[in-house]
């Protein structure tokens, strides 16, 4: 119960110093325990989040490295799919090629 609260429920009698001492020592007991309750929850957090780390990496290095067909099989681009336009770019490569002799 807050310091204010008290007071305010014990109407027109004052409390005595110890009194006061004591509820704010019982406050600040409640605190430190919320304090530390929040802080373990917080530091087991970071310790999935740590565990998680080099799934991650792997998950994105996957994605990173991932060929464009197969990143953008599904997309067009003026009606054609990648492996679309790679083979035009491979049959234009070709054609502009001198004939061998």
């Known amino acids: 119960m807050r310091l204010c609260s ?7 009698s004052p409390l005595s110093p110890p009194e006061l001492l004591q ?3 019982s406050q600040e007991k409640e605190q430190k325990e919320d304090v530390g309750q929040t802080l373990k929850k917080l530091e087991d957090l ?3 989040a740590l565990e998680k780390i080099p799934e991650l990496q792997r998950i994105v290095g996957d994605w990173w490295e ?5 990143t ?7 009606g054609l799919t990648l492996p679309q336009w790679q083979l ?3 049959q234009a490569q ?3 090629q001198p004939p061998y002799k």
């Open 72 to 78: 953008l099989a599904g997309e067009l681009c003026q």
């Open 94 to 96: 070709g054609a502009l």
């Open 6 to 12: 008290v007071i305010q429920l014990q109407g027109a």
């Open 23 to 25: 509820i704010q020592a």
């Open 46 to 48: 970071m310790g999935w």
């Open 66 to 70: 991932q060929p464009g067909q197969a």
């Open 88 to 90: 035009r770019w491979a």
